[in-house]
């Protein structure tokens, strides 16, 4: 079973709109880890945010958001103002307890910003 | 800090030949080192966890003895792809763990083609 669902495999932008990134997640575990993380075409993954299952506040980084709701297993990432460098395939992720805290990635959302 | 390194960045070797991929941890020692696989336009794929002193783990469909894992020391694990075949043409990707927090810094990756 999926453990991480992204249900938008590609979004397109025009440079300056914002763009929210879907992620949906399902585990039985109570302690858990949720992770973002940016790959562009070089092919290296980026560490954008972990967040942990006991913490549940939203997080801003510059143009960078997430908003983790437990209610909805959900853990939206949201770019504001996007910019053409953000262009890029983002991974949402997943590690719990009682699977050693190996990572599971969701599919993917290729993001294109357009000039 | 916590940098991973991976050698070679690109391999293109022919059907039949044996491959072998390194995975450095280059300022911090890591007991656990993780090997993904990556296909084009797809996520990444666990394919097994590197411990050190001890045998890999592999995940469930990854067959062992054309992977072959070595995990000799706190800062080196190797993949070596026996008997390498065009379908086993990916982009491989290791990350090592530091062992005091659950996180996971990713190698740059190696495309191998196999022709």
């Known amino acids: 079973a999926q453990k991480v669902t992204q249900a938008q495999t590609e979004i397109s932008v025009v440079e300056k709109e914002d763009v929210t990134l879907d992620c949906v997640y399902e585990?039985?575990?109570?302690?858990?880890?949720l992770f973002w993380y940016k790959q562009p075409p070089s092919g290296e993954l980026v560490f954008l945010i972990r967040?942990?299952?006991?913490?549940?506040q939203n997080e801003i980084s510059g143009r960078y958001s997430w908003n983790f709701q437990k209610s909805t297993s959900s853990f939206n990432f949201t770019i504001t103002a996007s910019q053409v460098v953000d262009s890029a395939v983002y991974f949402c992720?997943?590690?719990?307890?009682?699977?050693?805290?190996?990572?599971?990635f969701g599919a993917g959302t290729t993001v294109t910003v357009r000039a | 800090g916590a940098v991973v390194s991976q050698h070679p960045s690109r391999v293109i070797c022919k059907s039949g030949t044996s491959v072998k991929i390194e995975c450095r941890s280059l300022?911090?020692?890591?007991?656990?080192m993780f090997w993904y696989r990556q296909f084009p336009k797809q996520s990444l794929m666990l394919m097994a966890t590197?411990?050190?002193?001890?045998?890999?783990?592999?995940e469930q469909g990854v067959e062992k003895d054309k992977f072959l894992i070595n995990h000799a020391s706190l800062t080196l694990s190797t993949l070596t792809v026996t008997s390498a075949h065009p379908e086993d043409s990916s982009f491989y990707i290791c990350?090592?763990?530091?062992?005091?927090?659950?996180?996971?810094?990713f190698g740059p990756g190696t495309r191998l083609t196999v022709t």
């Open positions: 990350s090592a763990r530091l062992d005091r927090e659950n996180e996971q810094y």
């Open positions: 585990t039985r575990d109570t302690t858990y880890y």
């Open positions: 967040r942990n299952s006991f913490d549940e």
């Open positions: 992720a997943l590690s719990e307890l009682f699977n050693d805290y190996k990572l599971s």
């Open positions: 300022d911090f020692q890591a007991t656990t």
């Open positions: 590197s411990n050190e002193g001890s045998k890999a783990t592999y």
